[in-house]
Every structure is written in C-alpha cells, then in structure tokens.
C-alpha cells in the first residue's frame, strides 16, 4: 500500500498468550531479517504495521513491536521489564535524600543457554553497558537470519526442557513501555493466583493498573499516523478472562471506530483429576466470550483443544507435524503461525481490507465470534502446482479447525476469510503444453488468485469468501520448534520418502477464518454445561467477583449468541 502504513497495536494478556506473542514475534522478525537478506523475495506485507521505529538515548535507531503485555510476578524469568535496549548504567533517577543510603539489589536469574548462544549471534554488550545490535542492510538494526540461521547450529536450537516460560525463547528486542507486570498475582506457587474472571476485572478497576495501561495506550497510540486498531491476544481459561474483558471495553470507550480483533487463547485440553481447575476454565472461558465479543469487532477462540466444555475431546492433529499438546512451547507455536497467517489481510502493503472491514464482512448479523482452521504445512510436493494440490483434496475441507468447536462437516458456512502463503510464482498455475486439455477447471485458470477463489467457490458455492495468496512462505527457524515430518525438505514441501536432509526454515500454510452455524452449535453446548452445574458448589469462584446473577446472565447471552449462527445457505459437507 502507498503511503503511510495502517499501524496496528497489539495487546498480549496472559502467559499464554505471552508464548504465543513469543513464537510470533520471532517470526516476525525472522521474516524481517529474510527480507533484508533476499532481494528477489517479494516485499508482501508491511512490518510498519506492527513495529515502530524508535531511537536511543545513545542515538541508535531502533525497530521495536507495537505491543502491550500483561502478566504476573515471576514469569519474565531472565528477561528485564524495561527491556534491554534502552539501558543505560550512567543515568540514575535524581535522588532528593542527602542521608545514608541502603542498596537492595536482586539478583537476576542467568539465561538460559539458548538465548546466550542466540543473543551472541545477533549483538554485543557494549562497554558502556548498553546492548548494541548488529548492522545489517535494511537499516533497521535487525539481525539478517539468512545469516545467522542457515545453517542450523545446534546450539541455536533450545532443548525442550529448558523451556519453562515464554521469556526463554523470545529474541525480540522490546521497548521499556511494553512489559506491564502485575505484581498483585503470582505466575508460580499455589496461593496468589489469578484465577477467576472477577479477579481479572478487578485488577482495571484499581486506579493503578488501569492508569498504567492507559499510559501505556497513550504513548503508542499518539504516535500512530493512521490507527487500524488493535489485536489482542487474551488467555480465556483464567483470570485474563476478566481483564481482557475489561480491556477491550476500555479501547472501545476511548478508540470508537477502530477494529478490535480478540483472539481468545486455550492451552492444550483438560485435565483429568484437576476438577476445580476444569470447571474454573469452563466459568472464565464463558463468561470471557460473552464479554469480550460485547466490546469486540471480532472475537475467535484459538485452541488445539477439541472442544470448549468438561468432556476430554482428542486435540486436533497435522498429518505433517508430531507435536506434544501438552507443551505450551509447541501449540504456542502452532497458533501463532495460524495468527501469522490469519491477519495477512490487514497486514498487507498493497491491500486496502483493513481491521474493521475484515470484521464487517466476517460479523454480520451480531455475528461476532467466528472459527479458525488451518493446514501447517499446506501439503504441496515438488513439481505439483497449486491446482494439482488442490485437486487431490476433492470435497473435503483441507484445513484442521483451531477453535475447539468442534468438526465442521455439515455445517453452514457464511462468510470466511481465506489465506494461503508460501506458493511460488512457479507453482500457483498449471503450466499446460499448447493443445493440452486442462484436467479440471483449477487447471484452465490464469492466475494464482483465480485457482483460490474458484476452488473455495466449489467447495462451498454461494458463500461471501475473501481469498489472498502470498509467494512468502512462513519462516519456522529456531527457536520454532523442531516437531517437522521427516518427509519435509527446508522450504517445507512434502516428499515421497524420509530424507536426512537441512531442517526444515519455511512451510507454506493454508488457514481460514469463518463465521458458520458450527459455532450454533459449540455456543449452546457450553451454555448447556453451565446451566447444569450447581454454582453453590463453587462459592470460591463466585467470591472472586462474579456473581450468581452474572452467570445466569452468561447462560442467557451464550443462547442468543448461538441463536445467531442457526440459519444458513451454505452447506459444509
């Protein structure tokens, strides 16, 4: 897009979301330092919407993200509050006190061997004490990654069991105004938890937090040219619950007309002789989606989980990947590729679908929470084309749904946005000898774009689809996990057997983002749930804030949240 970029704020609320904001900004970054390093690698999507560009105090220009993170004590392990940018030991607050003065200082937590070998490979500790990025040519201070990730060295791969918090395995340099801790909860321990929504609304009705988070607006939103909106990725399964519900009524009341898009995050699935915690998570998640979708453009819960409610559903699968649900590092990982993919639309240098048009044509009709799904990788092998590929699908849906709702099969769909990354130039078009009669009509298009929307049109006629497709693929380089198929080559094609070859740096992937009567459905089955539980058992979640009425009210919003989902024109087979 000409001219100046469509600024996008994100907020990240909760540690879960922390890791998925993790692995997404390191991906973002990695396609930054790509694009730096490749000069024929089409420039899709503009960074500006997501990063600012800032200066020092030493006068080094910096490119930071535009984001807003809450969580709670103890969860930023070796990572600073303030960030490592903007450090400088010799300048110290003005002390006013002439007498004798006590020094407390705490010992910081060494890190981990991972994020040493990585930090080594990006920069240096100047002697003045003030972290200093290497130069590389996009001008913006980052690191090129075709450098230093190619090849692979061991040691830039983190062992799974060093992983304990999001903070591990983030990279990314951040600003001193993102990292908002809430020292009232622990992150560790049994007692002091933040468990219940009340808890999490309470926490924006105290003037400190809530002041601290408008200051935090304030700052980054002043400095915008053009505000789209705001992304907000916001834990369901706990007391965030209630803060982000607090949140997004806060940029509603003060950012009238901008998008909010909420992506609602569950960690893997219940678990069993945890009983509080399941029913905790049921209470926070129902009441979250309720509330948020009330303050929301656009509301979609992610998850690998299978189902919303008490009953153990399998997590979903990938026919490509061998992935542990269990670990927050790898479905972390797996959600934010799908985000990364999911938001092209607004993210795109040349597109004008911006936050709220993408949520008008997804919510009509006060259909404001929607589904993902995605295919990680999009299974193309080599020497197939875009048709070819999605030819061998037939009728069935290609992507596995991310939302906990459920399968799609025989379901209605409405509207959906659709995007595909990673296909070549090369591959988007059948490339048919002169007389050679096309095999389907995929085959007989002229264009990538053309193929995309004529298959979406076959696979369910009638529906109001948005398509795009991008030559970038998803760049998955460490420390994205190394949970690949060995059938997968570096640039994430599938081949016919296991190959011993370079770990796999990119994946095309294929995701969708959908407004169907599935979520009819999934709505009434949780709210089903709720109305037969006796929340006199649990007076330790009503004691929190909610009150019995609260979650009666709940109940009655999830029905007709659901009743608008009942009806449709498209048939999902």
């Known amino acids: 897009m000409a001219g100046a970029a469509r600024e996008v704020l994100t907020l990240q609320l909760g540690h879960f979301a922390g890791f998925v904001g993790a692995h997404w900004w390191n991906q973002q970054d990695a396609a930054l330092g790509r694009l730096a390093g490749d000069k024929e690698l089409p420039g899709e999507l503009c960074p500006d919407v997501l990063y600012r560009a800032g200066q020092t105090l030493q006068g080094q220009e910096t490119y930071t993200p535009r984001l807003i993170l809450m969580d709670l004590k103890g969860s930023l392990s070796s990572l600073k509050q303030e960030g490592g940018l903007y450090q400088d030991k010799h300048l110290d607050a003005a002390i006013a006190w002439q007498g004798k003065l006590t020094t407390h200082k705490e010992e910081l937590q060494a890190k981990n ?47 799974e069991g060093s992983i304990k918090v999001w903070s591990d395995f983030i990279h990314v340099q951040l600003h001193p105004r993102s990292i908002c801790i809430i020292q009232k909860y622990n992150h560790d321990g049994e007692a002091g938890r933040l468990e219940g929504f009340g808890q999490g609304e309470s926490l924006l009705r105290d003037p400190t937090y809530l002041e601290e988070l408008e200051d935090r607006l304030h700052f980054y939103v002043e400095e915008c040219d053009y505000l789209q909106g705001f992304q907000v990725l916001c834990d369901l399964h706990d007391g965030f619950s209630g803060l982000g519900a607090k949140a997004t009524e806060l940029l509603q009341d003060e950012y009238a007309g901008r998008g909010i898009l909420t992506w609602g995050l569950l960690p893997g699935p219940y678990t069993l002789g945890e009983p509080q915690k399941n029913f905790y998570r049921l209470f926070n998640t129902a009441l979250g989606l ?46 934010a590729t799908a985000l990364d993919t999911i938001t092209v639309p607004y993210r795109l240098c040349s597109s004008q679908i911006s936050m709220v048009h993408l949520a008008d044509m997804l919510s009509f009709s006060g259909r404001k929470v929607v589904t993902a799904g995605a295919s990680i990788p999009f299974p193309v092998a080599p020497g197939h084309s875009l048709p070819d590929t999605l030819a061998q699908f037939g009728g069935i849906i290609p992507w596995t749904p991310l939302s906990a709702c459920g399968e799609p099969s025989g379901t209605r769909c409405y509207a959906q946005s659709v995007v595909l990354r990673g296909v070549d130039k090369t591959r988007q078009i059948s490339q048919l000898s002169p007389g050679t009669s096309p095999s389907s009509p995929l085959h007989a298009c002229t264009s990538g774009e053309e193929v995309l929307a004529q298959y979406l049109q076959q696979l369910q006629p009638g529906v109001l689809s948005s398509s795009q497709l991008l030559q970038s693929p998803c760049r998955v380089v460490p420390p994205y996990p190394r949970f690949f198929s060995s059938r997968l080559n570096q640039q994430g094609l599938i081949l016919d057997s296991t190959h011993n070859g370079t770990a796999v740096e990119t994946i095309p992937v294929l995701t969708t983002l959908c407004s169907s009567s599935l979520l009819h459905r999934a709505l009434s089955r949780l709210a089903g749930e709720l109305a037969n539980l006796d929340l006199r058992r649990w007076a330790s979640f009503l004691a929190a804030g909610v009150e019995q009425d609260d979650m009666e009210e709940t109940i009655q919003e999830l029905h007709n949240l659901a009743q608008c989902y009942k009806n449709g024109d498209s048939l999902i087979n």
């Not at 996009?138 to 983190?158: D, H, R, V």
């Not at 979708?293 to 979609?300: K, M, N, Q, R, T």
């Not at 989980?305 to 479905?331: A, C, I, K, M, N």
């Open 290 to 335: 309720v509330n948020i979708a009330a303050h929301s453009s656009l509301v979609c819960p992610l998850s690998l989980g299978g189902g919303l409610g008490l009953r153990p559903e399998p997590p979903v699968t990938f026919p490509h990947l061998r992935y542990d649900v269990t670990l927050p590092y790898h479905s972390s990982a797996l959600l």
């Open 113 to 159: 061997p991972f994020l040493q070998n990585l930090l080594s490979a990006e920069g240096v500790m100047s002697s003045d004490g003030v972290w200093r990025v290497q130069a590389f040519p996009n001008g913006k201070g980052l690191p090129s990654f075709t450098k230093a990730f190619s090849p692979t060295p061991k040691s830039l791969i983190p062992p």
